[in-house]
């Protein structure tokens, strides 16, 4: 069994710790909270350690905390020349300790820690310093997910762009779309259909040719009806300025 240390306690790390308890290959060793009681639920009592002088040495050390504290954590790890790593999406590799073997092991998902998430089609986006640590990584990654890639820092931040653009902005979007159905007595589970079916799209089209609406048909008349409808000027210039840029398929305004 490989063993690991997850080392943190929010929604991607309770969802790591999910992921490996079901693990055939994977064993959790440790896992560090500085309030025992957050991780309870998930793994049993003698597991969790709250003091970093605890941790013990074991197979792979995953850093599962804001990017502004991973320094300052695997600085604070008792041990050298251990395989350490870290969960961000946007921090370099070169942002842990070198006093420890250093890698990524980046989950490209939304994490919410009360959603259920099935972890075999996550992509893991894997990045080391020599070639068996990253082999170990693979191994790890691969008892737990079909979707397994091979990441440099610099494509990570590129990726971690693009899923912002996916994911957070869209789900801002969804949340302005249920704000103008509640001012409006509608349910937005009316829109919950039309979501998914723009979301299951570009699992058949690129994106660029599965777009539709008023502004990629340039047709001014309902955009100007949409515009003048919209009260709040925030909606108003997120609507011109998402509309300028389909318009413009993206390219410069």
């Known amino acids: 069994m490989i063993q690991i240390t997850i080392i943190g306690s929010g929604n991607v790390a309770q969802h790591l710790i999910k992921a490996f308890s079901a693990s055939k290959i994977v064993e959790i060793k440790q896992v560090f909270s500085r309030k025992k009681e957050a991780l309870l639920h998930l793994i049993d ?8 002088q605890a941790l013990e040495p ?15 954590v695997s600085e604070q790890l008792p041990f050298n020349n251990q395989l350490v790593v870290h969960t961000s ?15 990524v092991f980046y ?10 998430i099935d972890y075999s089609i996550i992509p893991f986006c894997l990045e080391a310093e020599n070639t068996a640590d990253f082999k170990l ?4 990654a691969k008892s737990v997910s079909t979707a397994v890639y ?5 494509q990570r931040k590129a990726l971690h762009v693009a899923a912002v653009f996916v994911s957070n902005f869209t789900n801002h979007l ?12 509608l349910p937005f ?18 994106p660029i040719d599965a777009q539709t609406g008023p502004a990629i048909r340039h047709d001014s008349n309902t955009i100007e009806a949409h515009l003048a409808f919209l009260q709040d000027e925030n909606k108003k210039n997120i609507y011109k300025i998402l509309t300028q840029s389909i318009q413009h398929n993206g390219k410069k305004l």
């Not at 074991?58 to 300052?72: G, K, P, R």
């Not at 091979?150 to 610099?154: A, F, P, R, T, Y």
């Not at 969804?174 to 007595?185: P, T, W």
Request: proline share 3%; with cysteine; charged share 25%.
């Open 58 to 72: 074991a197979d792979l050390h995953i850093i599962s905390v804001s990017d502004n504290v991973i320094a300052e």
């Open 174 to 185: 969804y949340q302005m779309g249920q704000e103008i159905c509640e001012e409006n007595q």
């Open 189 to 206: 589970a009316v829109l919950r259909p039309l979501i998914q079916e723009t979301a299951d799209k570009i699992n058949t089209l690129d």
């Open 89 to 103: 999406g946007t921090s370099s590799i070169e942002l842990l300790n070198p006093k420890n073997r250093r890698g």
């Open 150 to 154: 091979s990441i440099s820092s610099e």
């Open 137 to 140: 990584l693979e191994t790890v």
């Open 45 to 52: 009592s003698e597991k969790i350690v709250t003091d970093f």
């Open 107 to 116: 989950p490209l998902q939304t994490f919410s820690k009360n959603k259920q």
